[in-house]
């Protein structure tokens, strides 16, 4: 194995030089390649929204909760479950579509976040940074309204793109021997999750977050202030919610 | 823009070289690069079963339809959402989770399928072929059951990896300005639709398809025979079923 360094080196940027511009026909060229990453059954179920006008990425801000990358970034791209698209087609070749359901919408997802990535890395591996912004599964709604998106068009991916402004720092992974099952699936013990945990529990990050929020472990960073039960429930309703109202 | 020629000309593999084996070992250093990605919240919720055994992989066959890449592949590669390592982590560090939601199981899609595929671009630019069985969603729960995945462990990607045994064709895409959208969405007009379209209607394959399935047009080939509305609403049912039995 030759594994190219870029992949074991990357690193999210959230800081964008403004000064570098990036053009919408570079974003298409890199997209473009990115449209040959798989996907099922070649219908391509998939579109993408490329933002780049400041008022208009001014709009999409508070639906990710005033992340300054939206602002500061070259654009703004929100990958979308399209099958608006490909059921228009349907309709007038005669044809009776039947992809109002879950099913559908999960392959839907799958295909999207495929090309979403592959144009991360494309885009990576030509000297721009990245920042998937995960307040698009929370705020559908509202990016839903700016962006003009239809019947049977749900966000699932937002990336904001540009040249970056500053060394972004790498960050820290589990051993992947705590990701890979060898044959089938081996449950954990907890002397297992203990030696899978304890690097990233030891990193000096690990006992700052700690400190700043005033918890006694790192998982109650996660469950008590990053991604609470509360919130979660209320994002998992107005997410489902707005599945249907757009027709799946 | 200087684009990796491998992404543009890549192509999907079904036909592997059963004399060029593929270790363990190599397939866990591409996992590791892969799992350097992005992810939410640096959570890493997800888990991956690399199954080479033959008889594991016979057992898995009927799950996936049949389809010969499960057993000329090297190895299946089963991509799952995975709350259960995270979730005993954070209750043996005295946290009390709430990832039992639909939100959470979609971080868990996102960033499950950002992992699969840069696995796969990983292993493709080492020459290997990959191919996604898009099967990994109707029957989840028999490859549960082969794999013995707990709950709150959820497949949602299945890959097989070898080397090509023969030229694999590069499959056709719609015209890139059909699925870019600038500014905002567009919605598409009879006549768009009739332009994205014509390319792929044009192919000497859609006409083969057409006549061998005794239909009209192109569309009426994914309608009524390949991706068919009662399929489609069976299959929903059972992997909602499945997500909620396995606690979301």
């Excluded at 053009?23 to 070649?42: C, K, R, V, W, Y």
């Excluded at 005033?66 to 929100?78: F, I």
Aim: glycine share 4%; hydrophobic share 40%; with cysteine.
């Amino acid at each position: 194995m030759n594994i190219n360094p870029y992949f074991t080196d990357r690193r999210t940027v959230r800081n964008y030089d403004a000064n570098r511009k990036l053009s919408f026909e570079d974003i298409t060229a890199m997209l473009e390649a990115a449209s040959q990453a798989p996907n099922t059954g070649n219908m391509q179920i998939y579109s993408v929204v490329v933002t780049r006008d400041e008022n208009l990425r001014r709009e999409l801000s508070p639906a990710h909760f005033g992340q300054p990358s939206v602002m500061s970034a070259q654009a703004v791209l929100t990958f979308c479950v399209d099958f608006n698209r490909f059921e228009k087609w349907c309709r007038q070749r005669n044809a009776v579509p039947g992809y109002d359901n879950f099913q559908a919408f999960m392959w839907g997802v799958i295909d999207t976040i495929i090309f979403a990535q592959q144009f991360v890395t494309i885009a990576e591996m030509n000297g721009l940074g990245t920042c998937y912004l995960g307040t698009v599964t929370y705020n559908a709604p509202q990016i839903a309204e700016v962006l003009d998106l239809p019947e049977r068009v749900v966000p699932v991916a937002t990336v904001t793109v540009g040249y970056p402004a500053t060394d972004a720092p790498k960050s820290d992974r589990l051993p992947i021997k705590g990701i890979v099952h060898d044959e089938k699936y081996h449950d954990y013990s907890p002397a297992d999750i203990d030696e899978i945990y304890a690097e990233k529990e030891a990193l000096p990050d690990s006992a700052k977050f700690i400190a700043e929020n005033g918890k006694e472990t790192l998982a109650q960073v996660f469950t008590d202030v990053r991604y609470k039960r509360d919130d979660n429930e209320y994002f998992s309703k107005v997410f489902s919610d707005f599945i249907k109202k757009q027709g799946f």
